[in-house]
């Protein structure tokens, strides 16, 4: 999430890399309620008064249009924390439909860490940086 708020914030930066970020964290709250109360709340300052609205400002998902770099998104197919269907795949969508430069590689069976695919994603990442150093 801080390397999509950093982007949302014009970072100077030529592209970027995310693995089993969240990208929309009013849907992890609906799959799980704990995350708000025992996170969010905890981790977002006046969380209790705006809450909602803070969630949706952290929320990549939607502000993509605001991404303005190539993004690497590597997401674990069997990740619970970031459920890849609300999160990396639905992202993914809108980056489509606003034309943006990403490219998304989703490890099947594999967890938050793609612990299983370390390796080939650690190698895609690098591949990754050095296509679009200046």
């Known amino acids: 999430m801080e390397t999509y708020l950093a982007l949302k914030n014009n970072i100077p ?7 089993g970020g969240l990208t929309d964290l009013l849907a992890v709250g609906k799959k799980r309620p704990g995350m708000i109360s025992n996170v969010f709340k905890e981790l977002i300052p006046d969380f209790d ?36 269907s609300s999160q990396a795949l639905a992202f993914a ?18 967890d938050h860490g793609v612990s299983l695919n370390r390796e080939d994603a650690d190698k895609r990442i690098i591949e990754w940086f050095r296509r679009y150093m200046k």
């Not at 998902?61 to 619970?80: C, S």
């Not at 969508?93 to 594999?110: G, M, R, T, V």
Request: net charge negative.
């Open 49 to 84: 008064r705006r809450g909602e609205d803070l969630m949706r400002e952290r929320s990549a998902v939607y502000w993509a249009e605001r991404i303005n770099v190539p993004l690497l998104i590597m997401q674990g197919g069997a990740d619970w924390r970031s459920d890849v």
């Open 93 to 110: 969508q809108k980056l489509q439909e606003l034309n943006k430069s990403y490219e998304l590689i989703i490890y099947a069976n594999d």
């Open 13 to 19: 930066v030529n592209a970027a890399a995310v693995g």
